[in-house]
């Protein structure tokens, strides 16, 4: 399903004299709690900042659009040239338990970030700082651009992005968790893993446990000793 974005246009915006897109990039907002308020803030010129969308858990498959993707937005210093980039409307202070009560919010994010890797052929990755500062192509965080981004360390350590990415695939390849035939298995204890049938992969901590089951995958509690009779992948 195509995002449905919301225009909330900022005049802080520049060309991108030339330069190819290759990131895309998240951060936190640090303040708004809604994609509404941020698009007013990036509307007042005098904010002399802005990015390309704001994105919120306040409804599904939705998010604010304040500069289009090839336009220049203004938010991660010497990356913004290379660079489209959402805002999520979060605190980088979040730890995974706080994440994980936002899957509408993570859901979001994974759509938009499946949708900007199909409209510029890149993949969805998980890039580490250098390949982020490098010529690398694919997903980052406003941290993994270290200095050259503007020395910020959003969207934090809490942020479940192995999660958010499984979930960007899974919006682009619609039938990848239905061929696999995909489920959350879980035990007592709480620990969960994605079950494909015939292994399990551990789920890391609540926040992807959202993420996941924002998804659409089933979860179903099962003994202890089927749990750890299946095989890990």
């Known amino acids: ?31 708004p709690d809604n994609f509404e308020d941020l698009g007013a803030y990036f509307a007042d010129p005098a904010s002399g900042v802005s990015s390309h969308v704001g994105i919120d858990d ?12 090839d336009y220049k937005a203004w938010t991660a210093a ?7 980039q959402a805002e999520l409307c979060a605190f980088a202070e979040w730890d995974a338990t706080e994440w994980a009560n936002h899957p509408d919010m993570l859901a979001n994010t994974a759509a938009w ?12 990755v998980k890039l580490s700082p250098a390949e982020a500062q490098g010529t690398g192509r694919g997903v980052c965080q406003h941290a993994d651009l270290g200095a050259w981004g503007g020395g910020h360390w959003d969207c934090g350590n809490g942020f479940p992005v192995d999660a958010v990415l499984a979930l960007a695939r899974g919006v682009t390849q619609p039938s990848l968790f239905e061929e696999a035939d995909m489920i959350i298995v879980r035990k007592s204890t ?7 049938g015939a292994t399990k992969q551990r789920i890391a901590d ?3 446990l959202a993420a996941y089951t924002a998804a659409g995958l089933a979860l179903a509690d099962i003994t202890d000793r089927d749990y750890d009779a299946i095989p890990n992948s």
């Open 78 to 84: 010497n990356a913004n040239p290379v660079a489209v």
């Open 190 to 196: 709480g620990e969960a893993s994605v079950f494909n």
């Open 113 to 124: 970030i499946a949708e900007e890797a199909a409209h510029y052929g890149i993949p969805i």
């Open 206 to 208: 609540p926040a992807s």
């Open 58 to 69: 306040l409804a599904v498959n939705t998010v604010g659009e304040y500069v289009r993707r």
């Open 1 to 31: 399903m195509t995002l449905d974005r919301v225009p909330i246009p900022s005049p802080n915006y520049s060309s991108r004299a030339g330069a190819a897109v290759r990131l895309i990039c998240l951060h936190t907002a640090q303040g």
